[in-house]
């Protein structure tokens, strides 16, 4: 018996994944759980549109994170922060704070889990930050902390 799984099956594929099981195992396990169904003409029909539409999101979100990334290229953040002697901060400037100015000032809103920051901003100074926008696009930002 074919079937299609709805999901993924432990020890047996993942989801949208064509598997030939035994008759008792499809019927009374998989398409009793709703784990599958039957690949019969109109099931795999579904499947590939449901492909062909999950392609064309990741193609989007691709896209979305390019054109992001074009609006990142030659960008430089200022933030003033408190200081003391020798440049050393009050604290520290951190992504969440990076993200914030980001949207306020230039108006690109970007999740702080996507600036990479190796350690917390703790002087004066000019830094690069990678932000990982997609897992196929990075781009590098200027960050400048500059004293009140």
Same mark, same amino acid.
């Given at each position: 018996?074919?079937?299609?799984?709805?999901?993924?099956v432990?020890?047996?594929?993942?989801?949208?994944?064509?598997?030939?099981?035994?008759?008792?195992?499809?019927?009374?396990?998989?398409?009793?759980?709703?784990?599958?169904?039957?690949? @019969? /003409?109109?099931?795999?029909?579904? $499947? #590939?549109?449901? %492909?062909?539409?999950?392609?064309?999101?990741?193609?989007? +979100? *691709?896209?979305?994170?390019?054109?992001?990334?074009?609006?990142?290229?030659?960008?430089?953040?200022?933030?003033?922060?408190?200081?003391?002697?020798?440049?050393?901060?009050?604290?520290?400037?951190? @992504? /969440?704070?990076?993200?914030?100015? $980001? #949207?306020?000032? %230039?108006?690109?809103?970007?999740?702080?889990?996507k600036? +990479? *920051?190796?350690?917390?901003?703790?002087?004066?100074?000019?830094?690069?930050?990678?932000?990982?926008?997609?897992?196929?696009?990075?781009?590098?930002?200027k960050?400048?902390?500059?004293?009140?």
């Amino acid at each position: 018996m074919k079937v299609i799984l709805l999901e993924d099956v432990k020890k047996l594929g993942k989801k949208g994944d064509v598997l030939e099981v035994k008759e008792g195992y499809g019927r009374n396990f998989l398409i009793s759980r709703g784990l599958a169904v039957e690949a @019969n /003409k109109g099931n795999m029909n579904n $499947l #590939e549109r449901q %492909k062909a539409n999950e392609e064309k999101r990741k193609e989007q +979100e *691709l896209q979305a994170a390019k054109d992001l990334g074009q609006k990142l290229k030659g960008i430089t953040v200022k933030i003033k922060a408190k200081s003391g002697e020798g440049g050393r901060l009050f604290g520290a400037v951190t @992504n /969440k704070e990076i993200a914030e100015i $980001l #949207e306020k000032d %230039k108006r690109i809103k970007i999740d702080k889990r996507k600036l +990479e *920051l190796k350690q917390p901003i703790k002087a004066l100074g000019l830094y690069t930050i990678n932000v990982k926008i997609h897992p196929a696009v990075a781009e590098e930002l200027k960050v400048e902390v500059v004293s009140e």
